[in-house]
């Protein structure tokens, strides 16, 4: 049975020119630390690709072999679970150059440069890459094509539950900045204990909301001050470093009525300090 659509005739429509020289890669590393740029990255593609962009492109644009030689384009895709892939983005090979480490390493550097006119694509296009032995580079030619097998609402505006609720910074933000129907409902609907975990220290700040505009209001505060929320201590962290908001991560530990009043949820909020100690929540001042 013919394919619905294939990825090349998608972005053919979308407008690329599918008779350049294309190849798609397909970025998914089981390795927990890789050397970007001469120096050793703890992480994987699909988080660098959604919390530290620079970091993925130059992830992408560094090689060991000269993997995009005569190629004018990329079609770039995050591996997902099986042999699933996720399209993130078109890039123009600019041109190539060796880049030389002060240990002596070398890789190949190819300058990239995103296409626009895919961005209602991006991150909503699920292709099958296929079973077996594949490369994570291949020829996208009209014979080797990628079966389109789902479009998505991408990976931030389908609200999973409260209890599965953990945004890292710039989740909340790009969640807060584009406001998300389905997440602004549900935030919106009720205030919460939540806590803020710092992946860098180890610690913790517990905190609860009570306003009329529920989680949404509270979080709406950290978004746009990168993380500190004017909490004391947190404030104190983002002032000495202002990307130390990109070390913290959202959740909820549980839900309370919207009209809840202020006692009522520092009462609660105090019990979930004492259960989880109080020298965990170490980012607390109370």
Same mark, same amino acid.
């Given at each position: 049975?013919?394919?619905?659509?294939?990825?090349?005739?998608?972005?053919?429509?979308?407008?690329?020119?599918?008779?350049?020289?294309?190849?798609?890669?397909?970025?998914?590393?089981?390795?927990?630390?890789?050397?970007?740029?001469?120096?050793?990255?703890?992480?994987?593609?699909?988080?660098?690709?959604?919390?530290?962009?620079?970091?993925? =492109?130059?992830?992408?644009?560094?090689?060991?072999?000269?993997?995009?030689?005569?190629?004018?384009?990329?079609?770039?895709?995050?591996?997902?679970?099986?042999?699933?892939?996720?399209?993130?983005?078109?890039?123009?090979?600019?041109?190539?150059?060796?880049?030389?480490?002060?240990?002596?390493?070398?890789?190949?550097?190819?300058?990239?440069?995103?296409?626009?006119?895919?961005?209602?694509?991006?991150?909503?296009?699920?292709?099958?890459?296929?079973?077996?032995?594949?490369?994570?580079?291949?020829?996208?030619?009209?014979?080797?094509?990628?079966?389109?097998?789902?479009?998505?609402?991408?990976?931030?505006?389908?609200?999973?539950?409260?209890?599965?609720?953990?945004?890292?910074?710039?989740?909340?933000?790009?969640?807060?900045?584009?406001?998300?129907?389905?997440?602004?409902?549900?935030?919106?609907?009720?205030?919460?204990?939540?806590? =803020?975990?710092?992946?860098?220290?180890?610690?913790?700040?517990?905190?609860?909301?009570?306003?009329?505009?529920?989680?949404?209001?509270?979080?709406?505060?950290?978004?746009?001050?990168?993380?500190?929320?004017?909490?004391?201590?947190?404030?104190?962290?983002?002032?000495?470093?202002?990307?130390?908001?990109?070390?913290?991560?959202?959740?909820?530990?549980? =839900?309370?009525?919207?009209?809840?009043?202020?006692?009522?949820?520092?009462?609660?909020?105090?019990?979930?300090?004492?259960?989880?100690?109080?020298?965990?929540?170490?980012?607390?001042?109370?």
């Amino acid at each position: 049975m013919d394919r619905i659509i294939s990825i090349r005739e998608l972005l053919s429509l979308r407008g690329l020119d599918v008779n350049k020289r294309i190849k798609v890669v397909r970025h998914k590393d089981a390795r927990k630390e890789v050397v970007v740029n001469g120096k050793l990255e703890q992480g994987n593609p699909y988080d660098w690709y959604r919390y530290n962009r620079e970091l993925f =492109i130059e992830y992408q644009s560094e090689q060991g072999r000269d993997v995009f030689k005569d190629v004018d384009y990329i079609v770039s895709f995050i591996g997902e679970q099986g042999t699933t892939a996720r399209f993130v983005g078109v890039y123009h090979i600019d041109g190539l150059e060796m880049k030389t480490f002060p240990d002596g390493a070398s890789c190949y550097y190819y300058r990239m440069t995103q296409l626009t006119g895919f961005e209602a694509l991006e991150e909503r296009i699920i292709i099958d890459w296929g079973k077996g032995t594949l490369s994570w580079n291949q020829w996208l030619t009209k014979d080797k094509d990628k079966e389109v097998i789902e479009i998505t609402p991408g990976f931030d505006n389908v609200f999973p539950g409260y209890e599965k609720v953990l945004l890292r910074l710039g989740d909340l933000q790009n969640i807060i900045k584009k406001e998300y129907p389905e997440w602004k409902k549900m935030l919106s609907a009720v205030n919460c204990v939540y806590v =803020i975990s710092d992946r860098k220290s180890k610690s913790l700040y517990v905190g609860s909301t009570y306003n009329q505009e529920g989680i949404w209001g509270r979080w709406k505060i950290y978004a746009d001050t990168g993380g500190h929320g004017n909490d004391i201590t947190l404030k104190k962290l983002c002032n000495e470093d202002p990307q130390y908001g990109n070390n913290f991560s959202w959740s909820i530990l549980e =839900i309370l009525p919207l009209n809840i009043s202020l006692d009522e949820a520092v009462t609660i909020e105090t019990r979930y300090k004492n259960k989880l100690g109080r020298e965990v929540c170490s980012l607390n001042n109370n």
